[in-house]
């Protein structure tokens, strides 16, 4: 794993509707993420928060289809520009949000740098619709799509190229949630899908184990998008659109561990951490260990 990390914090809540997503990424901070990735010899260049532009009200949208769609692009155009220097300087992007409109902005900024970039959706969610398909308006669910270049323009051209991602170059896992126009795309597309289902059949370590092979054979680097409510809110009540029936603590750091012996990984995203909605910071704290496990700690 690259020794230098760009930490880079974007508070944005414009892509859905619950308030307090922005400070996600304070949160992170105050858990304690810093300090635990220098505990493990990493170097952290904190590039702070990126400006986000609010609307003078959040209860209205110029477009109920694509709700902020002007101040959501406005803020992953100059995510996009900072995560593109910092990978121009050798350093690997961690993202913290936000909601997970942002992975609109980092992906832009990533997939500059590889011809066949992968990614790995870790998300109870596909984020799969458009303004055509989305039954409420809330970008939020829409980066996945946009970064395959479907959807508005506006989202799918952010620094002025797309796709950012191939759809054989995507893998989701622990979706539990799909709209209709999810399923159909991701059946059009040929997505990689584990669900719940797989994985509570096959164990994590099988579905980890096939998506880093399956990734490893058709990419030159690999992006994680990890939504923290892919975790059962048991384990991580602190977000927006909770959904019962997911990944428990010990699955989600298996994972983590599994992604870090890979050493696949050039860049990752750690959204939608609302500690408004959280107990004792607890959502935050779990971010901050499956970073631990990502980045290579180990109990022994």
Not at 56 to 65: C, R
Request: no cysteine; net charge negative.
């Amino acid at each position: 794993m690259n020794k230098q990390i760009s930490l880079i914090g974007m508070p944005m809540d414009l892509g859905q509707l619950r308030r307090g997503v922005d400070m996600g990424p304070s949160a992170m901070r105050y858990a304690g993420i810093t300090e635990q990735l220098k505990a493990l010899n990493y170097t952290i260049y904190d590039q702070g928060d990126i400006p986000v532009e609010r609307p003078d009200t959040y209860e209205t949208a110029v477009d109920e289809k694509l709700k902020h769609l002007e101040q959501i692009t406005a803020a992953n155009e100059k995510l996009a520009r900072l995560v593109d220097k910092e990978v121009e300087e050798g350093r690997f992007p961690l993202v913290l949000g936000g909601d997970h409109s942002i992975a609109i902005g980092t992906l832009a900024g990533v997939s500059k740098h590889y011809e066949n970039l992968g990614v790995i959706w870790y998300d109870a969610h596909g984020d799969l619709n458009t303004d055509k398909t989305s039954p409420s308006g809330n970008i939020h669910g829409m980066p996945l799509a946009a970064s395959l270049g479907l959807g508005a323009e506006q989202l799918t051209h952010v620094l002025d190229y797309a796709p950012k991602v191939k759809p054989e170059n995507l893998v989701i896992v622990g979706a539990r949630d799909l709209d209709p126009g999810e399923k159909s795309l991701i059946r059009e597309k040929g997505i990689k899908v584990y669900t719940m289902h797989e994985i509570d059949r096959m164990g994590m370590s099988q579905v980890m184990s096939e998506t880093i092979a399956y990734l490893k054979e058709r990419t030159d680097g690999v992006h994680l998008s990890l939504d923290l409510d892919g975790l059962d809110p048991s384990e991580a009540p602190g977000v927006g659109t909770p959904v019962i029936g997911g990944l428990s603590y010990r699955e989600s750091h298996l994972a983590m561990e599994m992604l870090a012996e890979a050493d696949i990984l050039t860049s990752a995203e750690f959204v939608e951490v609302n500690p408004i909605l959280d107990e004792k910071n607890k959502t935050a704290k779990v971010a901050v260990g499956l970073v631990g496990s990502l980045f290579g700690e180990k109990l022994k």
